[in-house]
């Protein structure tokens, strides 16, 4: 960490502050006798005197800058007016230290705070960063972004990620001469590749940029587990992702076109700041990123749009980036409004209409870093699929079912945030989002059937789960205050607790196959797998299943079999994301500190309590298109 440290003191980027202070803007130390940058001197018999600023805080002056440097003050020394006649006329007075001002041509050209960023030095970061047993270089970072995040996140395009690092390859055998696949084509996933630790990578990164290499740096971060091998807590906050930030801010903010670069690591940041539990500094992020991607262009496109197939190969791909960049966005852009503290913000990308492009396909294609894909082609794919399409998992690469997903996500988020501002405190009408409903309901069936790997879908699944949670929770309350003969006479009241009962024991099947899957496991791969917002279903699935144990008290073993799964889960997500650990908090908050392990509790007791609700009519059956899922929760069978 001593390196990362080095780093932000050479851009003037204190791990302390967030202001970069260079040395050209800064007070100009003058000791009592004139001598600029001079030790503090003082004549025999003469008493130490403080700069005005440290007297007038009444603090112990330090006899240095750093204390009026971090204040913006001038570092002023005044006379000593009781010593003035026993001062000699020659003397030179103990005068002020004013701060130099600058020529106009010096203060307009200022230094640039990134200049001693450079790439070799940027990659190392990945390697000062590593536990003691572990083992890492920056093409780890790599690798871990396109196995874990990269298949529901897809910020940076593998083909093109490729083609760069074989440019710089190229370039490096040969500095004179142009890369040889420069105009050919390129689509990714080429036989060459180099070995993890080979010395040839020193070549790659001593000629690659800055912006690449921060980009490499982002792609590390948002694979980065809160846990060591060794079972050590990382600070996630820490110096590392504070370079990475302010490079950030920086590179967004310098010029009028930032370059791709930035936006790429904007995307990044955001989910990492989320998934971390700081959703209003991942808001910021987002929005501005998302000012740069629009000064950039970037958009994800429409059926209205001119073709694209005579585009070339680099151009195609970076057609599909851009489209990937917007679409990684919007579902962070889901994420952070899912957050109770965000969902009184405005989003910040607007609604998807019918005709906008889903992402296209090549996203997921093999790679330098990945010789053999981790998961099977799905087979070919129409490269312009609209978000109207129904889904397919086996026509469409994950990405784009993840996008397809957040939409679902979206419109009810939105109609969660319209309900409030039109109706304050009132309850909305099933019948106003039913067409919803059997869209979130149909897309859950189709996973069900044909995604049978809790890694390929598990965003798309937390995502179907918090859809639905959005729509039905504001009627727990309602739910648990009701008697059985009340909910069994009210239409609405019953779809909301078939509706909860559905999505909490889906998301309770999966991880149950997720958490014997990691339990049983001793790959660290498995955890980096976890996708974000799985960590707050599981929050909501609790919230959820403490209610129906009030409601159904003659469920109460059920759902605290349940409870405890999710408290597994979360201790999972712990090790991977930090805002599982917030969340953990707020259920011990609520419901103590053992919020998991209940005493058991008779239905006898619940019912002398007034939870008589073990005379409720069974719920009825969820149809979506033929299928038949039964609320219940016996819809999914992972074995």
């Given amino acids: 960490m001593q390196s990362i440290s080095h780093a932000l003191t050479l851009t003037g980027l204190s791990p302390a502050s967030d202001t970069a202070t260079t040395e050209s803007s800064s007070s100009v130390l003058r000791s009592p006798d004139g001598r600029n940058g001079a030790p503090h001197s003082y004549a025999p018999g003469v008493s130490e005197r403080a700069c005005q600023k440290c007297r007038a805080s009444k603090r112990r002056c330090d006899k240095a ?17 009781i010593t003035g006649p026993s001062t000699a006329t020659n003397q030179a007075p103990l005068a002020s230290l004013q701060s130099q001002s600058l020529p106009r041509s010096e203060f307009l050209c200022a230094p640039d705070p990134l200049a001693e960023l450079t790439a070799p030095l940027i990659l190392s970061f990945v390697s000062a ?10 093409t780890d970072g790599v690798r871990a972004y396109y196995d874990c995040v990269h298949k529901w996140y897809s910020v940076v395009h593998r083909g093109l990620f490729d083609y760069r690092i074989e440019s710089l390859c190229a370039s ?18 080429s036989s060459f590749t180099l070995q993890k630790g080979s010395a040839d990578w020193s070549f790659v990164s001593a000629r690659m940029s800055r912006e690449l290499a921060l980009l490499i740096l982002a792609m590390y971060l948002s694979a980065r587990t809160c846990s060591t091998q060794a079972g050590r807590n990382r600070a996630m906050f820490d110096n590392l992702y504070r370079i990475v930030r302010r490079s950030f801010a920086l590179g967004i903010c310098e010029s009028t076109s930032p370059k791709i670069e930035f936006v790429q690591i904007g995307a990044l940041l955001a989910l990492y700041e989320y998934g971390h539990s700081n959703s209003a500094l991942a808001y910021r992020t987002l929005s501005e990123t998302v000012a740069g991607a629009r000064v950039l262009g970037i958009r994800p496109g429409c059926t209205s749009d001119r073709d694209t197939v005579s585009m070339d190969g680099i151009s195609a791909m970076e057609h599909e980036q851009n489209g990937a960049i917007w679409w990684s966005s919007f579902i962070v852009d889901q994420l952070i409004h899912r957050d109770e503290a965000s969902t009184h913000l405005p989003f910040i990308l607007e609604s998807p209409e019918p005709i906008t492009l889903l992402p296209e396909p090549g996203q997921n294609s093999t790679g330098r870093f990945h010789p053999e894909p981790r998961y099977e082609s799905r087979g070919p794919s129409n490269r312009r699929l609209p978000v109207s399409t129904s889904v397919s998992v086996p026509l469409m690469e994950s990405f784009q079912i993840s996008a397809k997903v957040a939409s679902l996500l979206h419109r009810a988020l939105r109609h969660n945030y319209e309900t409030r501002m039109r109706a304050p405190g009132m309850l909305p009408h099933v019948e106003t989002f039913e067409p919803l409903d059997q869209e979130i309901r149909h897309m859950t069936a189709t996973l069900l059937k044909d995604a ?3 890694r390929y879908a598990l965003d798309c699944f937390a995502m179907c789960c918090s859809a639905l949670f959005t729509l039905y929770l504001p009627f727990l309350p309602i739910l648990e205050s009701q008697t059985a003969a009340q909910i069994n006479s009210d239409k609405g009241l019953t779809t909301a607790l078939a509706a909860l009962r559905f999505a909490a024991q889906l998301s309770s099947d999966i991880t149950c196959k997720m958490n014997s899957e990691i339990t049983n496991s001793d790959q660290e791969l498995s955890c980096r797998e976890l996708a974000v917002l799985a960590a ?16 159904c008290p003659e469920e109460y073993q059920k759902c605290q079999d349940a409870i405890l799964d999710k408290y597994k889960s979360l201790t999972l997500f712990r090790c991977r994301w930090g805002i599982a650990d917030k969340l953990m908090s707020q259920l011990n908050d609520a419901y103590g500190d053992n919020w998991y392990r209940f005493p058991e509790t008779k239905p006898g007791a619940l019912q002398s309590q007034g939870m008589k609700n073990h005379d409720l009519l069974p719920a009825p ?5 033929g299928a038949m899922l039964s609320s219940e929760g016996n819809a999914m069978d992972l074995s």
């Fill in 65 to 81: 800058l750093p204390y009026c440097t971090r204040l913006g003050a001038t570092c002023v020394y005044l006379a000593d007016t």
């Fill in 129 to 138: 960063d590593a536990a003691p047993e572990e083992q890492l270089d920056w």
């Fill in 172 to 189: 490096a055998d040969s500095p004179a001469a142009p890369p040889s696949c420069a105009s050919s084509g390129f689509t990714g996933g």
């Fill in 452 to 454: 049978t790997d809790w």
């Fill in 536 to 551: 707050p279903t599981c929050f909501l699935v609790v919230k959820v299943y403490t209610g129906l144990r009030n409601i």
């Fill in 621 to 625: 059956p969820l149809h979506t298109n």
